[in-house]
């Protein structure tokens, strides 16, 4: 199954991922910071899924947004949303390794879990010189991924709604992964987990610089609900962080 046709499957119920404690009190308000004040700006939202951050940030003030996704039943989904509520985004189906040239670059790019999907080195390399033609001169990218740094052999997120595990296969930027939401029923895909040096080498090589890494962290709601000793094994083996960087 190719990565796009396991997206097709999930469709909508991706978007109960957005409910689980890990992206309701750590991914989704730690990416939202990261980006900031976006009154004004326009927006590319790549790997868009079905338009969550394609919609907060419209919501937001974003003057325009258009998200992309490889997933055509993603894109449905997102046009259904807009659709029931509408906020002016338009989506469509692409892919970001053959990302078509736009009539204005925008000001800030989203890539939640996309470099993650490219199948070698060359494609991560295409992917973000893709990206930096999509951005004005000193505009921003913003990267959530899975983290370099994670072991598979420390505590798990599976208290807050996710189980990550290796497939045992390995390709060129790294180990491949099978991470599944513990919704009911459960959804899972299979992802790959590149190096730190794949994205910064990439990212470089494209013409990125002033390249930051940022840790997710868990927001004073997260810490009220729940107590800070919950949330131990996310502080011990973060399976997240996020990465931004200026064309």
């Not at 985004?89 to 009539?103: H, K, M, Q, S, T």
């Not at 990267?143 to 740094?149: A, C, E």
């Not at 208290?159 to 513990?182: H, M, N, S, W």
């Not at 940022?214 to 919950?230: C, M, Q």
Request: a negative charge; glycine letters at 8%; proline letters at 7%.
């Amino acid at each position: 199954m190719t990565t796009y046709q396991q997206y097709d499957e999930i469709g909508e119920a991706y978007e109960g991922f957005k409910a689980l404690p890990l992206e309701q009190y750590a991914v989704v308000p730690s990416f939202l910071a990261l980006v900031g004040d976006v009154r004004g700006k326009s927006i590319l939202d790549l790997a868009s899924g079905t338009g969550f951050y394609s919609r907060e940030f419209r919501r937001r003030g974003a003057s325009e947004v258009l998200g992309v996704d490889i997933s055509g039943e993603m894109v449905a989904v997102s046009r259904k949303l807009e659709e029931t509520d509408p906020l002016g985004i338009a989506y469509e189906v692409g892919d970001v390794a053959e990302l078509r040239p736009f009539e204005r670059p925008f000001d800030i790019v989203l890539g939640v879990q996309m470099l993650s999907y490219a199948p070698d080195i060359a494609t991560t390399e295409r992917m973000c010189r893709n990206i930096h033609r999509s951005l004005r001169p000193g505009g921003e990218f913003f990267i959530l991924n899975q983290s370099p740094d994670y072991r598979f052999d420390g505590p798990t997120p599976e208290r807050y709604g996710f189980r990550c595990e290796l497939t045992g296969e390995q390709i060129e930027t790294g180990p491949k992964v099978r991470l599944t939401a513990l919704l009911d029923p459960p959804v899972s895909f299979v992802a790959n987990r590149p190096r730190r040096e794949v994205y910064e080498d990439s990212l470089r090589a494209a013409g990125f610089r002033d390249l930051a890494w940022v840790p997710v962290t868990v927001s004073e709601a997260g810490l009220r609900e729940f107590g800070a000793d919950y949330w131990s094994d996310f502080h011990a083996n973060p399976p997240l962080e996020m990465l931004r960087c200026r064309a």
